[in-house]
C-alpha cells in the first residue's frame, strides 16, 4: 500500500511508549490544532536521533504554529522510553511494536525489511492528512518542509 496523501483521513490508533498511558491519535488533537507523525526506522540510530534531536529543539515552533510532535517506530515502548531519556525528547514516542508495524502499515510505510520508512504527516483536528512526506531513509528531512506547511495551513 502507498503512503496515504493528503486529504485522506488519518487512521486512529492506540500506542504505548513514553506517555504515562497509552496514547491515541484522536486525545492528541483535541488538544491541538495539529498533529506531526513522524515514523522512523530505529531509535539510537544516528539518522533518527538527529532527526528527532531536532524536533525537540524546534517543539516551541511547532506549539506556536498549534501542533504537537508524536514519534511513532517498530521499537518496543521501553526502547523508546530509553531513547526519550537519552536524548532529553519530550514529545510521545510511541512503539508500534505489537503487531510489529500495524500502524505503519496503516499509513501506508511499513517496509518490507521490519522498519517504517522515514514519513512526516501532519494530521489536522478534523483526522485528516494535510501534509505527506517520505524521506530516504538515510536523509534526515529536517523541520523546513514541517514549518513551512504549518506556516501555510496558518494563513489557510
Same mark, same amino acid.
Given at each position: 500500500m502507498p503512503p496515504l496523501t493528503v486529504?485522506? /483521513?488519518?487512521? %486512529?490508533?492506540?500506542?504505548e511508549g513514553t506517555t504515562e498511558e497509552p496514547l491515541t491519535l484522536w486525545e492528541v488533537l483535541k488538544e491541538t490544532r495539529f498533529a506531526?507523525? #513522524?515514523?522512523?526506522?530505529?531509535?539510537f540510530s544516528p539518522v533518527c536521533s538527529d532527526q528527532l534531536s531536532l524536533y525537540q529543539e524546534v517543539s516551541d515552533e511547532f506549539e506556536r504554529l498549534g501542533a504537537r510532535v508524536i514519534g511513532v517506530s517498530v521499537d518496543s515502548k521501553y526502547t523508546q522510553q530509553a531513547f526519550a531519556k537519552s536524548h532529553?525528547?519530550?514529545?510521545? *514516542?510511541? #512503539?508500534?511494536?505489537?503487531? /510489529?508495524?500495524?500502524?505503519? @502499515? /496503516?499509513?501506508?510505510?511499513m $517496509? @518490507?525489511?521490519?522498519?517504517a520508512e522515514r514519513a512526516l504527516f501532519i494530521? %489536522?483536528?478534523e483526522g485528516t492528512i $494535510?501534509?505527506?512526506y517520505v524521506s530516504e531513509l538515510r536523509k534526515n528531512p529536517g523541520a523546513d518542509g514541517l *514549518? @513551512? #506547511? *504549518?506556516?501555510?495551513?496558518? @494563513?489557510?
Open positions: 486529504g485522506a /483521513k488519518a487512521p %486512529d490508533f492506540t500506542l506531526i507523525l #513522524a515514523f522512523y526506522p530505529l531509535a532529553g525528547i519530550t514529545f510521545p *514516542l510511541l #512503539a508500534d511494536f505489537h503487531p /510489529k508495524g500495524a500502524v505503519a @502499515e /496503516k499509513y501506508g510505510v $517496509r @518490507e525489511d521490519g522498519v494530521v %489536522d483536528s $494535510r501534509y505527506s *514549518l @513551512e #506547511a *504549518l506556516d501555510s495551513m496558518q @494563513e489557510g
